[in-house]
């Protein structure tokens, strides 16, 4: 039985003397998701750190492609169709990778996602798209390798690239205005209290025909006449403000202000109260 016992305790030392021993790797992966607009899209990168090195011009040579990061392919995916230096790529996802120079860089989005590094043989036909953006000095060192969203908006936003003394950007623009007219397009011919509020108040953010998004919002107020919606009221006062309608502005107001002291909804009612001020009314 000793034996037995003895026997079965050098299996177990034996497999954990063995087993694989698990350490940080230097260039830890990250995953990012960022919303913009209606677009969905997912960053997947390696980061390495400077450790004390010269990168670019050094470690990595000017001239050269990279693998921007370290590892396998960087990717970025995206949920829709989408720019970069007006040409048109479609949503998908795409490694990057990025050629180094002491002014410039030139950034490729490649259709093949499935190397580590650099593709052993280049195929040009795998090339979604290729532009050059300027390299700028910052003063301070970003010590680990960092790609950053930056600056955005409906319909943009800057991939930004940041190492050692290096800043990179790159600006990606998406269709979200197009998609977003289609459905109010399409809507219009049959639209419901909703539709019509929330194509009015998307015209009046995105700083487009204010004529229309003042028939728009009217409209859904009459359709919910019977069912008076404090939120409705609030977007139709703002409307008619930059419409330049301000005795419209303030009718609306007072009765946004009205149904929202009686659902006692205090940021509403504190919201009207500023937008009377604002225009005389109180």
């Known amino acids: 039985m000793k034996k037995i016992i003895t026997s079965l305790c050098l299996i177990a030392f034996t497999a954990i003397g063995y087993g694989q021993i698990k350490t940080p790797d230097k260039s830890p992966l990250q995953k990012i998701s960022q919303k913009v607009g209606l677009t969905d899209i997912t960053l997947e990168y390696s980061r390495p750190s400077v450790r004390g090195r010269k990168i670019f011009g050094g470690l990595e040579d000017f001239g050269k492609v990279w693998r921007t990061g370290a590892n396998s392919n960087t990717t970025i995916s995206l949920s829709t169709d989408f720019m970069i230096d007006n040409q048109t790529i479609k949503a998908g996802t795409y490694a990057v990778y990025t050629i180094p120079g002491e002014k410039n860089w030139e950034i490729i989005l490649y259709t093949d996602t499935n190397n580590w590094g650099t593709p052993k043989k280049w195929d040009d036909s795998k090339v979604a798209v290729k532009t050059t953006v300027p390299a700028e000095n910052m003063p301070m060192t970003i010590e680990t390798f960092t790609i950053t969203f930056d600056n955005l908006t409906n319909n943009s936003f800057i991939l930004g690239l940041l190492w050692e003394n290096t800043m990179v950007n790159l600006p990606i623009t998406l269709p979200t205005d197009n998609i977003v007219s289609k459905q109010i397009e399409a809507k219009m011919a049959g639209p419901s209290a909703q539709d019509m509020y929330a194509a009015a108040v998307y015209y009046l953010e995105a700083d487009k025909d204010i004529k229309k998004a003042q028939n728009w919002i009217d409209t859904a107020v009459k359709m919910t006449a019977d ?31 009205k149904y929202a002291e009686k659902a006692n909804n205090a940021g509403y009612i504190k919201m009207n109260k500023a937008s009377l001020k604002e225009w005389g009314a109180l």
């Open 227 to 257: 069912s008076p919606k404090f939120w409705f009221l609030r977007q139709q006062a703002l409307i008619h403000a930059k419409a330049g309608n301000v005795k419209g502005a303030i009718a609306a107001a007072k009765e946004s202000l």
